[in-house]
Each structure stands twice: as C-alpha cells, then as structure tokens.
C-alpha cells in the first residue's frame, strides 16, 4: 500500500521558503513560550540585532494570540479545569538576507471576515506617525471586548512590522473559513 504523506514534500515547502521555524496543532501559553525561546535562541545564534529579535518575537505573540483566543477548531487540553486550547499553524523564516516573515493560520467563523479584513485594511493604510497616534488613542480611549482584549494586537503588529499585513481567507464547509497572516519585516527598519 502506497503511502500519501511525503515528509520530504514538507520538507521541500519549508526549504523552499527558508522557513526556519513550524507548529501546527493546540497552541497554549506553555508551548508558545517555548516556541519562542527557541526562536529567540535561533535569531542569537544567527547573531540577529537584539531590537530585530524582539520586533519578530512581539509579532509572533500577537499572531499565536489570534490562534488561542479565535480559532474554532479547538482541543481539551485539561479536562478537569475544562481548558481547551486554540488550534492553528504558526512559524517564522528567513525569506532573504534582509527580511524575515512571521505567519500563522487558523479556521475562524465566516462570520468574523468583515471586522478582520476591515480592521487590517485600515491599519495597512496608515503611515507609521499615524499607526502610533492610532495606537495611543486606543490606549486612552479603546474599550475592552468581551473576550478581554483592547484591540491592540493587531496595531502592534502593525506597528512592529512596518510593512503592510498580507492576509486569505480560504474557503471551507459550512461556515468555516481559514484565516492566514503573513507579516514581513525588514531587517533594516
């Protein structure tokens, strides 16, 4: 019987696109620290800027936030406390010499299409001196969710790339779409 899984072709897609850094499956705080631990000791030994190294780790944690908090696709991680855990695909690369990419997806409710491509949109239109101004102002003035969050994240991310977020939406069943994000970030910013 043939096998369908090639780990090579996954190999082949993570070399191919200088990915240095993977994880797809239930993403916690414990596994995003040491993601990012080890992702932080990778940027040392390639002897990354230390203001390059903490721009990369601040967007890889608000991207991994979008997975804990919004993905639908979610596993029990401690069922006595009933804790469950977002699930999602999330990793960083070397796309060249001068720029490095932080991407993640994750399946979220068709629902949710509007208010993120809208938020995104705007925030891709800003300069950098508007991004701060905006990012002050929802500090003074923002309002707290119901999940908890003040809608900083995605100014952060916005702020710490300094490069327009790319972002899909791949159709699936039902009323379920696959949220992806691509962040670049040049070296040199």
């Known amino acids: 019987m043939k096998n369908t899984f090639s780990a090579y072709n996954v190999f082949r897609v993570m070399h191919d696109n200088n990915i240095q850094f993977s994880y797809k499956g239930p993403l916690t705080q414990d596994i995003l620290t040491s993601f990012g631990e080890s992702i932080k000791e990778k940027l040392h030994t390639d002897d990354c800027d230390e203001k390059l190294i903490r721009r990369i780790f601040s967007i890889l944690v608000e991207t991994a936030q979008n997975i804990l908090k919004y993905s639908t696709d979610r596993i029990e991680i401690d069922a006595h406390s009933r804790k469950d855990a977002g699930v999602g695909i999330i990793g960083i690369g070397n796309l060249t010499e001068n720029e490095f990419l932080v991407f993640s997806g994750n399946i979220i409710n068709r629902n949710s299409i509007p208010t993120i491509k809208t938020r995104i949109d705007f925030l891709n239109s ?16 923002g309002t707290i969710t119901a999940d908890g969050s003040a809608g900083l994240g995605w100014i952060e991310i916005a ?18 779409v696959f949220f992806e994000i691509a962040v670049r970030i040049n070296v040199e910013d």
């Open 126 to 141: 800003l300069s950098p001196a508007e991004l701060t101004l905006h990012y002050q102002k929802q500090l003074k003035e």
């Open 159 to 176: 702020r710490k790339a300094n490069r327009p977020m790319e972002y899909t939406f791949e159709e699936l069943a039902g009323d379920e």
